[in-house]
């Protein structure tokens, strides 16, 4: 696993000056399927249920401010919805969740209880030492996980040295997380500024890890 430097763009400073973010990055030992996970996942949602409807969703701070952040850089949230709303959404309409594999599935866990779109990337599939958040140009080639070819004009994306990996709707194909994965980077990103919920949201997902992932947690990489 390489050495990951994580760097915000000047061009999303200027238009998105409150971003905060922090990165997860461990080794892991991922799973089709964790029994104990989903039962934990279906009792979350269950409570969260309880406690929000799909109005709620305008009165989240990490939602909207994800959606402010889409429009400052050029993109429509609700045609390309982020991800963390994609999930609470859906959570919030009565329907099931995917069910991809161990580590993705604890990841859209922690975006819903915290509403921030949450990367997740195999980091040995990553090109380079350096991760740059930037804004996506026309004809930029993309191809969104289970999504195609996808149009990141005017999205946040994160960069390799190579191109793109991942944008707040959909992660690259390229460095998806698979069963054979061993070594996660995940990144939250705070377009709300919160840093100290950021933070809480990267530590829920190293207790995930440590519960589900065969993992110590790893560290955290503020940004």
Same mark, same amino acid.
């Given at each position: ?94 329907? @099931?969740?995917? #069910? ?8 859209? /866990?922690? &975006? %819903?209880?915290? !509403? *921030? ?53 959909? @992660?690259?194909? #390229? ?8 070594? /996660?980077? &995940? %990144?939250?990103? !705070? *377009? ?32």
């Amino acid at each position: 696993m390489n050495n990951i430097n994580i760097f915000v763009s000047e061009e999303i400073r200027q238009r998105c000056p409150e971003f905060v973010g922090a990165a997860v990055v461990a080794a892991v030992q991922n799973s089709e399927y964790s029994d104990e996970l989903w039962k934990e996942i279906e009792a979350f949602i269950a409570d969260y249920r309880q406690r929000y409807t799909v109005d709620s969703i305008k009165e989240m701070p990490s939602i909207e401010a994800t959606r402010t952040a889409y429009r400052r850089c050029g993109k429509d949230p609700s045609r390309y919805r982020p991800s963390g709303e994609a999930l609470v959404r859906r959570t919030l309409k009565g329907n @099931d969740l995917y #069910r991809v594999n161990t580590v993705v599935d604890l990841i859209n /866990l922690a &975006s %819903i209880a915290y !509403g *921030y779109s949450i990367g997740g990337f195999d980091a040995d599939k990553i090109e380079g030492e350096t991760l740059c958040l930037g804004i996506g140009r026309e004809g930029d080639p993309y191809e969104g996980i289970g999504r195609g070819v996808l149009n990141i004009a005017g999205l946040p994306v994160y960069r390799d040295a190579i191109g793109g990996i991942g944008t707040p709707t959909s @992660d690259h194909e #390229r460095t998806k997380l698979t069963l054979e994965t061993t070594h /996660l980077l &995940s %990144i939250v990103n !705070g *377009y709300d500024g919160n840093r100290e919920n950021v933070m809480a949201c990267a530590e829920f997902i190293q207790a995930l890890l440590r519960k589900y992932a065969g993992s110590d947690g790893g560290q955290i990489i503020n940004f």
